[in-house]
C-alpha cells in the first residue's frame, strides 16, 4: 500500500469542512483531504435549525454572518446547488428592559455594518408572525435579510464543488491522532492508515477538544444536547414567515413545509454526547407555546430529532491557528451559530492555510483568549 500524502488535512465533514475543502480546492491548494468518521453532515450541522442571520451583538460575529448571508444568495451559482433558502427574516421577541437596551445597542452595530436590521413594536412583531401572543412583550428587533434554509443542500452542494475541484473527502474513515515531530505536524493518523501532512484543519465540532488534545491545543468546546421537532400542517401559515424567537424563554419557530421546525433550550441539560430523544423537556415546551404562541398547542409532532451544540465559555467561536505546533488551525465553537458561518469560515480557513489576509480579522476569536482572560462573549444565542 503506497504512502499517502496530502497539502491539508481537514478532520470534520460538517459545514465548516466541506466549506473549508470547497474554498481550498478552489484557488489550487493541491491534495485537499477531509475526513469524515461518519456520514457528512452527520454530527451538529444536518441536526441544526437552518436559521441563517447578522443579527449579533459582536461585530465579527456580524461580519462572518453578512458574508455568509451573501453566499448563501448566491449559492445556486457558487459552488451550485438548490438549498432552499427562504428570506424571510429574523424576528427577536424583548421582554425586558436590558434586552431592549442590548438589542438597540446591537442594531445600531449592525447598521454601521451595513445590516438592515430595526427595532419594532410588539404589535408590529405581532403582524409579521401572526402565531405570536405579545403580552408581555415590550419590542422586538428585526432584520427582513435573514432566514432559514436546508443544512443537508448545503452539506452536498460544498462536498460536491470541492471534489469537482479535486479535494478527495473521506466519509467512514476516522481520524486517531496527530502525529508531531519537533513542533511540526507530520501525519494524521486514521483507522486506515496515516495520512502524511503538515496542515492540519480542526473543524470537528463538538470532538474538537480531543482532536486539538492530540497536539497539545486546549479548544475548550463542550456538547450539550438540543432536541428539535417538527409539527404536522399549521393551518393559513404565512408564506413568509419569519424565524422568530422568544429571547428570554429561547422558544423558537420557522415554517417547515406546511408545518413548524421548533425549538427550545432545556436549562436543565447536563454536558455529553448523548442525542437520544426523552420527553423531559415537552412540559417546558408546552408552557412556551401556551404562553407565547398558542394556536400551536392543538398541532401535533410530526417528526423530532436531537443533535449537538459546541459550547463555548463566552459562546463564542474558536477559530484561529496554534502557536505551539505548527500549521495546525482550528474553527469550532460556534455554540448553536456555526451553520450559518459556514460560508465565510470556509473563505477565513483558506486565507490562513495561504497566508494571506481574510476579510474580518479573527483574531479575537482566538482559542488563547481565555488563558489571556479576554473573553467576548456574544448576546444574541439561545
Known amino acids: 500500500m503506497r504512502d499517502e500524502r496530502a497539502g491539508v488535512v481537514i478532520i470534520g465533514g460538517g459545514v465548516m469542512g466541506v466549506s473549508a475543502a470547497f474554498h481550498l480546492a478552489e484557488a489550487g491548494v493541491p491534495d485537499v483531504v477531509l475526513l469524515e468518521r461518519d456520514a457528512l453532515g452527520s454530527g451538529s450541522t444536518c441536526k441544526a435549525a437552518g436559521g441563517v442571520r447578522a443579527q449579533f451583538s459582536d461585530s465579527v460575529n456580524i461580519a462572518l454572518g453578512k458574508r455568509s448571508l451573501e453566499a448563501f444568495g448566491r449559492f445556486g451559482h457558487r459552488p451550485g446547488g438548490e438549498i432552499d433558502l427562504h428570506r424571510v427574516g429574523y424576528l427577536f421577541l424583548l421582554d425586558t428592559p436590558g434586552s431592549v437596551a442590548a438589542f438597540e445597542h446591537a442594531v445600531v452595530l449592525q447598521n454601521r455594518l451595513g445590516v438592515p436590521s430595526r427595532m419594532l413594536a410588539p404589535d408590529e412583531a405581532q403582524r409579521l408572525s401572526p402565531l405570536i401572543d405579545p403580552t408581555g412583550l415590550l419590542a422586538a428587533a428585526y432584520s427582513p435579510t435573514d432566514g432559514h434554509c436546508t443544512p443537508e443542500a448545503v452539506v452536498l452542494g460544498y462536498a460536491s464543488a470541492a471534489r469537482r475541484r479535486g479535494a478527495h473527502l473521506h466519509t467512514g474513515r476516522a481520524a486517531t491522532g496527530i502525529r508531531v515531530t519537533g513542533g511540526e505536524i507530520v501525519a494524521v493518523e486514521t483507522d486506515a492508515g496515516p495520512i502524511a501532512t503538515d ?184
Open 199 to 382: 496542515t492540519v484543519i480542526c473543524t470537528s465540532g463538538a470532538w474538537a477538544r480531543e482532536v486539538g488534545g492530540w497536539v497539545g491545543v486546549e479548544l475548550p468546546v463542550t456538547p450539550l444536547r438540543r432536541q428539535i421537532v417538527v409539527t404536522e400542517p399549521v393551518p393559513d401559515l404565512p408564506a413568509d414567515l419569519p424565524m422568530t424567537l422568544d429571547l428570554s424563554s429561547t422558544f423558537y419557530f420557522h415554517r417547515e413545509g406546511a408545518g413548524l421546525l421548533v425549538g427550545l433550550s432545556d436549562p436543565d441539560e447536563q454536558p455529553g454526547f448523548d442525542v437520544a430523544l426523552d420527553d423531559a423537556w415537552f412540559p417546558r415546551l408546552g408552557a412556551m407555546i401556551e404562553r407565547r404562541a398558542p394556536r400551536l398547542l392543538d398541532v401535533g409532532v410530526a417528526s423530532r430529532w436531537a443533535g449537538l451544540y459546541e459550547m463555548t465559555p463566552d459562546h463564542n467561536a474558536l477559530i484561529g491557528e496554534a502557536p505551539s505546533v505548527s500549521r495546525f488551525l482550528y474553527a469550532t465553537g460556534f455554540s448553536g451559530h456555526g451553520f450559518l458561518m459556514g460560508p465565510a469560515v470556509g473563505e477565513v480557513l483558506r486565507d490562513l492555510v495561504l497566508g494571506a489576509e481574510p476579510f474580518v480579522d479573527i483574531t479575537p476569536l482566538d482559542a488563547g483568549r481565555f488563558a489571556a482572560a479576554a473573553t467576548r462573549p456574544e448576546l444574541h444565542v439561545i
